[in-house]
């Protein structure tokens, strides 16, 4: 029962309900006058149940990021830690006199919409509205809602830039959007501060200004929060695509048949992750870095040989140890050069535990090992796929190669390979750890043929026919 707890974190929730229902009634018994002790416990009894309600959603939003972010608990706690700060930060603005455009929930709200996605940073705004609203006093409510609107309307904002030089200029959009919509919401209260104009025109300043800040202060912070959290950014994810990054320009100059295969690759996973809906950035960035490990032996790997193969000097256990090795290799490179932690679990499992084929059978026919040979003995001792993202790559870097060794490229030998492929890692009890549909892999299956197609320029090939009656 507690390994059931600790899995679903329901401790780190709890500690998030604990903290915002002290300090929300350490703020319900500071400032509610009203000497009768009902009231008092009646207003408390309700901050319990704001409390709970900002500890539900955040839950729920936090275990749907999860669900799709092979993170672990490390993001859960970053979550958490931030919304706490946050509220710590409401606490006291709360508490303050007129300051409530000072919120932090601006920052929060962007930047769990870069790692997380918008929807987290929903789940957030609305927790902290919730804070927001009990906490304050009632003459400073008509700011509620406004930082609701603009943290929704700036979260949503910032997600559709895709390079980090632009994200500044998302600040001075955000700020003029969050004037806009502050002046509007202002002006259409027809009471207390409504009536204004000075107070209204401030306001709506300062709360620009709140915004403009926030995305300023996650320019600089955002580097630090990418290599704590290990999420793959948009901002990142085209940093490590660019050429001039380390590992790829290894690639290109030690091992450029890698370089080449792992670019078809990532053509190939894209087109399959947008037929399908998944995160094509990281299926994008995985691909190029998949086969990284070959760099510490790259003439040992068919794509990097120029006639001779060192692996006819070597016998099917030494070469087994060398292929195997690459995984381990790649995820050793990965993490010396600070790769996302979604990148590394991929690169670990694009070949699941599946057999080293061409070595076991030559072991099988090794007169010194053919008699003790077992098919386990050259399977990779790695994970299957979890991820549909983890699922295309190995998909994509298996059809990849074995097209390539195609002697004859036509539609119908191409498609066959395609199929033979998918079918053989169905069989092989590859996906049966990952949640992917036969509908979707159906799909990938169409949308390799497609690209594919694309490259080689594959023609059906046409039959001359044989002429009806004729004597010859």
Same mark, same amino acid.
């Given at each position: 029962?507690?390994?059931?707890?600790?899995?679903? %974190?329901?401790?780190?929730?709890?500690? =998030?309900?604990?903290?915002?229902?002290?300090?929300?009634?350490?703020?319900?018994?500071?400032?509610?006058?009203?000497?009768?002790?009902?009231?008092?416990? =009646?207003?408390?009894?309700?901050?319990?149940?704001?409390?709970?309600?900002?500890?539900?959603? +955040?839950?729920?939003?936090?275990?749907?990021?999860?669900?799709?972010?092979?993170?672990?608990?490390?993001? /859960?706690?970053?979550?958490?830690?931030?919304?706490?700060?946050?509220?710590?930060?409401?606490?006291?603005?709360?508490?303050?006199?007129?300051?409530?455009?000072?919120?932090?929930?601006?920052?929060?709200?962007?930047?769990?919409? /870069?790692?997380?996605?918008?929807?987290?940073?929903?789940?957030?705004?609305?927790?902290?509205?919730?804070?927001?609203?009990?906490?304050?006093?009632?003459?400073?409510? /008509?700011?509620?809602?406004?930082?609701?609107?603009?943290?929704? +309307?700036?979260?949503?904002?910032?997600?559709?830039?895709?390079?980090?030089?632009?994200?500044?200029?998302?600040?001075?959009? #955000?700020?003029?959007?969050?004037?806009?919509?502050? &002046?509007?919401?202002?002006?259409?209260?027809?009471?207390?501060?409504?009536?204004?104009?000075?107070?209204?025109?401030?306001?709506?300043?300062?709360?620009?200004?709140?915004?403009?800040?926030?995305?300023?202060?996650?320019?600089?912070?955002?580097?630090?929060?990418?290599?704590?959290?290990?999420?793959?950014?948009?901002?990142?994810? !085209?940093?490590?695509?660019? !050429?001039?990054?380390?590992?790829?320009?290894?690639?290109?100059?030690?091992?450029?048949?890698?370089?080449? %295969?792992?670019?078809?690759?990532?053509?190939?996973?894209?087109?399959?992750?947008?037929?399908?809906?998944?995160?094509?950035?990281?299926?994008?960035?995985?691909? +190029?870095?998949?086969?990284? #490990?070959?760099?510490?032996?790259? !003439?040992?790997?068919?794509?990097? !040989?120029?006639?001779?193969?060192? %692996?006819? +000097?070597?016998?099917?256990?030494?070469?087994?140890?060398?292929?195997?090795?690459?995984?381990?290799?790649?995820?050793?490179?990965?993490?010396?050069?600070?790769?996302?932690?979604?990148? /590394?679990?991929?690169?670990?499992?694009? %070949? #699941?535990?599946?057999?080293?084929?061409?070595?076991?059978?030559?072991?099988?026919?090794?007169?010194?090992?053919?008699?003790?040979?077992?098919?386990?003995? &050259?399977?990779?001792?790695?994970? @299957?796929?979890?991820? @549909?993202?983890?699922?295309?790559?190995? =998909?994509?870097?298996?059809?990849?190669?074995?097209?390539?060794?195609?002697?004859?490229?036509?539609?119908?030998?191409?498609?066959?390979?395609?199929?033979?492929?998918?079918?053989?890692?169905?069989?092989?009890?590859?996906?049966?750890?990952?949640?992917?549909?036969?509908?979707?892999?159906?799909?990938?299956?169409?949308? &390799?043929?497609?690209?594919?197609?694309?490259?080689?320029?594959?023609?059906?090939?046409?039959?001359?026919?044989?002429?009806?009656?004729?004597?010859?």
């Amino acid at each position: 029962m507690l390994k059931k707890w600790f899995k679903k %974190h329901y401790i780190i929730y709890g500690f =998030l309900f604990i903290f915002v229902s002290v300090l929300l009634s350490v703020n319900v018994v500071d400032s509610v006058t009203v000497s009768n002790l009902f009231v008092k416990l =009646l207003y408390i009894l309700c901050a319990i149940v704001i409390s709970s309600l900002t500890t539900l959603f +955040m839950a729920v939003g936090i275990e749907e990021v999860m669900s799709k972010k092979n993170s672990g608990i490390k993001n /859960i706690f970053i979550i958490t830690a931030c919304e706490m700060a946050c509220v710590l930060a409401l606490f006291f603005i709360c508490r303050a006199e007129n300051l409530m455009f000072v919120t932090p929930a601006i920052f929060v709200s962007c930047l769990f919409a /870069i790692l997380y996605g918008y929807k987290m940073a929903w789940v957030s705004a609305v927790c902290n509205v919730l804070i927001t609203a009990f906490a304050s006093r009632p003459e400073f409510l /008509i700011y509620a809602p406004i930082i609701l609107a603009v943290c929704l +309307m700036i979260s949503k904002l910032i997600t559709s830039t895709k390079e980090r030089s632009t994200l500044s200029m998302m600040g001075v959009g #955000g700020a003029i959007g969050s004037f806009a919509v502050s &002046f509007a919401l202002m002006l259409l209260n027809s009471t207390g501060l409504a009536d204004n104009w000075t107070v209204i025109l401030r306001d709506s300043g300062f709360i620009a200004l709140n915004c403009f800040i926030s995305v300023m202060l996650i320019v600089g912070i955002l580097p630090l929060f990418e290599r704590i959290s290990g999420v793959l950014t948009e901002f990142r994810a !085209q940093e490590l695509m660019n !050429q001039n990054s380390p590992l790829l320009k290894r690639l290109i100059s030690e091992a450029p048949g890698t370089y080449h %295969h792992s670019v078809m690759v990532s053509n190939l996973a894209e087109a399959a992750s947008d037929s399908i809906g998944t995160n094509t950035s990281l299926v994008k960035v995985a691909a +190029m870095y998949h086969d990284i #490990g070959k760099l510490k032996r790259p !003439q040992y790997f068919g794509e990097n !040989q120029n006639g001779s193969n060192p %692996h006819d +000097m070597l016998d099917p256990y030494e070469s087994r140890d060398i292929l195997f090795s690459h995984i381990t290799d790649g995820i050793d490179l990965a993490r010396k050069y600070k790769l996302p932690t979604e990148v /590394i679990d991929v690169i670990g499992s694009h %070949h #699941g535990n599946t057999t080293t084929t061409y070595f076991y059978y030559k072991a099988l026919n090794d007169k010194y090992f053919g008699d003790d040979v077992t098919e386990d003995e &050259f399977r990779y001792n790695a994970p @299957k796929p979890v991820s @549909k993202e983890a699922v295309i790559l190995m =998909l994509a870097d298996s059809v990849e190669a074995a097209v390539r060794s195609l002697p004859d490229k036509n539609e119908e030998t191409v498609s066959k390979r395609v199929d033979d492929i998918i079918n053989g890692k169905i069989a092989d009890n590859q996906l049966s750890e990952s949640a992917i549909s036969f509908k979707e892999i159906n799909e990938i299956g169409a949308r &390799f043929k497609v690209v594919i197609g694309g490259y080689y320029h594959l023609r059906t090939e046409y039959k001359k026919p044989e002429l009806v009656g004729s004597n010859e």
